[in-house]
Nanobody, 126 residues
């Protein structure tokens, strides 16, 4: 059974940094494409970043390019999202998702994934 658990969220001041973790259990995460998504209050869930299985290609939403970095540690069966230069508009619940064979070619599309974690809250505020 595929299980994902996000952690690392919290309250941070604008310009600060956080590192989110997506820990996998029940499967070897390196066989999966992993996506990070976020959902702000009153808004639709949106893709933030993803890392493909195999070649490890990474992709980012325009809104986070240059500020966020996705990476994976296969030994720890964990994918990370390093976030820096945080802005109030980054406030959201952040989710990770995993899929072996994406349902969409775009790994930033939330409909590409069937397996989701429960989310972790990130609040950027002074």
């Amino acid at each position: 059974q595929v299980q994902l658990a996000e952690s690392g969220g919290g309250l941070v001041q604008p310009g600060g940094s956080l590192r989110l973790s997506c820990a996998a259990s029940g499967f070897a995460l390196d066989y999966y494409t992993i996506g990070w998504f976020r959902q702000a209050p009153g808004k639709e869930r949106e893709g933030v970043s993803c890392i493909r299985r195999g070649d490890g290609s990474t992709y980012y939403a325009d809104s986070v390019k240059g500020r966020f970095t996705i990476s994976r540690d296969n030994a720890k069966n964990t994918v990370y999202l390093q976030m820096s230069g945080l802005k109030p508009e980054d406030t959201a619940v952040y989710y990770c998702a995993a899929e072996v064979h994406l349902r969409r070619s775009n790994c930033l599309s939330l409909t590409a994934y069937d397996n989701w974690g429960q989310g972790t809250q990130v609040t950027v505020s002074s």
